[in-house]
Every structure is written in C-alpha cells, then in structure tokens.
C-alpha cells in the first residue's frame, strides 16, 4: 500500500484560491489513475477530481466543476489540485489516492473556507 502524503491545505476566505499537492515516496504516481477525495465534518468522503495515468483524462465533481482542476507534475512526481474561487461548503479535509481509491489513506490536509 503507498502512503501518499498531501499538502497545501489552509485558511482562505470566500473567493481565495489554494494549491494541494499529493506525493507518495518511492512510489512512481504516473502509473496510476489518481483522484483527490475531501470529507467534511458529519459526512461521508467523496470524490472531488480525477486525473487518467495514460492521456491525463479528468473528471469532475460537479460541485467543482469550473473551479477545481487536477493535474500531474512528472518531474516531480506529484498530483495537484488547484482550487479557485473557493466555497465556505469546500470546507474539508482533502485526500488524494488511486482512483478508484485504495484503503491506503494518508492523513489529508484541511481546507477551511472561511470569512
């Protein structure tokens, strides 16, 4: 199981814009189909965005649609998530992991929306 490791998370008010990245050492991110998830407080984890391994093909929540895009530094290796005119209901705590997701999740990084 590779434990992926997210950051970028913050304070930002209505309208802010913020940058998660997800790493996973010693593990190669461009062979998998990877996604970002968030759970808020009281409700279930759900998808946010979702990024092909082959063509880098994404998908959307529809409540991010327009908003939110994913996508994929080789050099480094990593996933992102740019996050742009930000909802208090953004609120979350973000993950990222294979899409579909395995049971391997990492600690998230919290996104508050807030004035």
């Known amino acids: 199981q590779v434990p992926f490791v997210e950051s970028g998370g913050g304070l930002v008010q209505p309208g802010g814009s913020l940058r998660l990245s997800c790493a996973a050492s010693?593990?190669?991110?461009?062979?998998?189909?990877m996604g970002w998830f968030r759970q808020a407080p009281g409700k279930e984890r759900e998808f946010v965005a979702g990024?092909?391994?082959?063509?880098?093909?994404?998908d959307y929540a529809d409540s991010v649609k327009g908003r939110f895009t994913i996508s994929r530094d080789g050099a480094k290796n990593t996933v992102s998530l740019q996050m742009n005119s930000l909802k208090p209901e953004d609120t979350a705590l973000y993950y990222c992991n294979r899409n579909p997701p395995t049971s391997a999740w990492g600690q998230g990084t919290q996104v508050t929306v807030s004035s």
């Open positions: 990024i092909s391994r082959t063509l880098g093909v994404t």
């Open positions: 010693g593990t190669n991110l461009r062979i998998y189909n």
